[in-house]
C-alpha cells in the first residue's frame, strides 16, 4: 500500500530560526515529490516539484531535498517568519495514471516571535 | 488570472437533502480533481478527470457523483447527502500527473 508519513506532526520554532520537516514515502513506481503549504483556512499552495532525478529544489527561503534511494525527502526552511505559520504537507504522485497521488497528513508549523 | 475557483464557500444541508459543489479553472488544465480534508487527515481524493468529458472514481468515490461537460468545469454533486460527508472540499486542475493549484475549499456541514 502506497504511504506517505510525514515528522514532526507539529512544531514549534522562534521567528527567525531553521527548521526542517521530514516525509518517508513508500510510494511506488515513483513520479514526482511536490511539498504544499496550506495556510488556515486556504487551499494548499505549492512550494516546489521534484522528479527521480532531482535532488535539491529551492523556492526562497524554502529548500526540498529528494533520496530517491532511500524515498526520504526534507524541506528546510530558512530564517522562519511569522507568515510560515502553516501546514506543510508532502505529496508523491505515482507514475501509473492521473489519480495516484498520496497525501501526507501534513506537519504543522507554528513560528513565534 | 482567478486560478482556480470554487462556489459556495460555505454551506449547511440538511440530511437526504442534494447539492452541487462548482468549480472553475481559468488556466486551461487537461487535470481536475476533487478532494475532501478532514480534521488529522490527509487530503483524499474522490473523484478525477483527465479531460473533458472522462471522470474516474478516487479513494472515496461513494455518495458523489461528478460531471465534466467543459474543460475549465468540474462539477462535484452530493444525490442526497449524509453527515458524514460533513468535510472541507477541494478542487484542483494540473496540466501534469499530480494536482498543482487548488481552490480555497468549500466547507460543507451536513446535519
Known amino acids: 500500500k502506497n504511504q506517505v508519513e510525514q515528522s514532526p506532526q507539529s512544531l514549534i520554532i522562534l521567528e527567525g530560526k531553521n527548521c526542517t520537516l521530514q516525509?518517508?514515502?513508500?510510494?511506488?513506481?515513483?513520479?514526482?515529490l511536490r511539498w504544499y503549504k496550506q495556510d488556515t483556512g486556504r487551499g494548499p499552495v505549492s512550494l516546489t516539484i521534484?522528479?527521480?532525478?532531482?535532488n535539491t529544489k529551492s523556492n526562497g527561503r524554502y529548500t526540498a531535498t529528494l533520496d530517491a534511494d532511500t524515498k526520504q525527502s526534507s524541506l528546510h526552511i530558512t530564517a522562519s517568519q511569522l507568515s510560515d505559520s502553516a501546514s506543510y504537507i508532502c505529496?508523491?504522485?505515482?507514475?501509473?495514471?492521473?489519480?495516484?497521488?498520496?497525501f501526507g497528513d501534513g506537519t504543522t508549523l507554528t513560528v513565534k516571535p | 488570472n482567478a486560478g482556480v475557483t470554487q462556489t459556495p464557500k460555505f454551506r449547511v444541508l440538511k440530511t437526504g437533502q442534494s447539492m452541487t459543489l462548482l468549480c472553475a479553472q481559468d488556466?486551461?488544465?487537461?487535470?481536475m480533481y476533487w478532494y475532501r480534508q478532514d480534521p488529522g487527515m490527509g487530503l483524499r481524493l474522490i473523484h478525477y478527470?483527465?479531460?473533458?468529458?472522462?471522470?474516474a472514481k478516487g479513494e472515496v468515490p461513494d455518495g458523489y457523483n461528478v460531471s465534466r461537460l467543459k474543460k475549465q468545469n468540474f462539477l462535484l454533486g452530493l444525490e442526497s447527502a449524509a453527515p458524514s460527508q460533513t468535510s472541507v472540499y477541494f478542487c484542483?486542475?494540473?496540466?501534469?500527473?499530480?494536482?498543482?493549484?487548488f481552490g480555497n475549499g468549500t466547507r460543507l456541514t451536513v446535519t
Open positions: 484542483a486542475s494540473s496540466y501534469r500527473k499530480s494536482p498543482l493549484h
Open positions: 516525509c518517508n514515502y513508500t510510494v511506488s513506481p515513483f513520479s514526482n
Open positions: 521534484m522528479t527521480f532525478s532531482e
Open positions: 505529496v508523491v504522485s505515482s507514475n501509473t495514471n492521473a489519480g495516484k497521488s498520496t
Open positions: 488556466m486551461n488544465h487537461e487535470y
Open positions: 478527470s483527465v479531460g473533458e468529458g472522462t471522470t
